[in-house]
């Protein structure tokens, strides 16, 4: 049986991967601002250090895989902007950068990380703003989304995932990386029924913008068909999966980019 970390497990699909991990018999080490064996807050530069040095304690310095799903979505407020920031990208980086040696001494360890389908189908992201995600610049990101005015949220929210995505695919590919069996890959889901998603149709004008979005399939997401895909990205089913980006996303993806290739 394995060891896991999963951040986000609180809620939504991060509570869902690790429910499942667990019922399959691996120790899973939750890691959330709510409810978790590590009670952490991912927003700030010391609460990553304390939860990443306290994963560290629990696995024995030895980690099988982890899931990086802790996010907050594009809510309305000054302040949001920084923390999609910090806790969509920095949340991800800063803590993969710390478990990087437990996961090289697993054999074959696995990473997915969640991205979204925001990363490929929110038009004019500055690109100034991901730059400054990879450059580790915060102040970067935020003066250029201020221009957004009260789209900064959504704007901030594309451009960190845009961010963590092009981070999960360089960083992959590397030999402390991928040449350490390490395989780190991200999940892109589209709209997917959990507290996140339930927040923003609450508010009218963003529930008529998300029902008017074209998903070919229909409806929306289930956080415990997005956690088997998780699961299964964690299996030795995925032992040639590398710096893939999997878009689970009933089809908003190809809509917009068929020939983006
Ligand atoms: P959720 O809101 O149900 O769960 C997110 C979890 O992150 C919560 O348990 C929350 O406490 C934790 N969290 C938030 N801020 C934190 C902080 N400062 N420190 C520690 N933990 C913190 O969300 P959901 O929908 O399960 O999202 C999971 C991931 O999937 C997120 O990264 C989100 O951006 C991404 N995603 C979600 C989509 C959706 O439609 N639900 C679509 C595409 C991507």
């Known amino acids: 049986m394995s060891t896991y970390a999963v951040t986000g497990a609180a809620s939504g699909m991060g509570r869902a991967v690790a429910d499942k ?10 890691v959330d601002i709510a409810e ?22 629990r696995c024995g310095g030895r980690l099988d895989g982890a899931v ?3 996010g907050l979505g594009p809510a309305p407020g000054r302040d949001r902007p920084r923390l999609i920031a910090e806790v969509n ?11 990087r040696p437990a996961l090289a001494a697993a054999d074959a360890a696995k990473v997915v990380v969640f991205s979204s ?42 451009a960190s995932k845009i961010a963590i995505s092009r981070w ?20 892109a889901p589209g709209a997917v029924l959990t507290p996140l998603l339930e927040q923003q149709l609450a508010t009218p004008a963003e ?3 998300i029902r008017r979005f074209p998903v070919p399939i229909g409806g929306f997401g289930d956080p415990g068909q997005l956690a088997d895909w998780v699961v299964f990205m964690l299996s030795d089913a995925a032992d040639f999966l590398c710096g893939s980006v999997v878009f689970v996303d009933g089809g908003s993806d190809a809509w917009f980019r068929a020939d983006d290739w």
């Not at 991990?21 to 939750?30: K, N, P, R, S, W």
């Not at 450059?135 to 594309?158: N, S």
């Not at 695919?169 to 402390?176: G, I, L, S, Y």
């Open 89 to 99: 990208y920095f949340g991800v980086v800063d803590l993969l950068e710390a478990w």
């Open 36 to 57: 978790a064996t590590v009670r952490a807050d991912l927003s700030t530069p010391a609460g990553r250090r304390a939860a990443a040095t306290a994963v560290l304690e």
């Open 117 to 158: 389908n925001s990363s490929s189908t929110v038009p004019m992201v500055p690109g100034r703003a991901v730059r400054g995600f990879l450059e580790g610049d915060i102040e970067r990101v935020l003066r250029t989304l201020r221009v957004f005015g009260k789209q900064a949220p959504t704007f901030a929210y594309a």
């Open 168 to 187: 999960v695919r360089r960083t992959a590919v590397t030999k402390e990386w991928a040449g350490a069996g390490i395989r780190l890959n991200a999940i």
């Open 21 to 30: 991990l667990a019922a399959g018999g691996h120790t899973v080490i939750t």
């Open 68 to 70: 990086l799903a802790a």
């Open 207 to 209: 529930a008529k913008q």
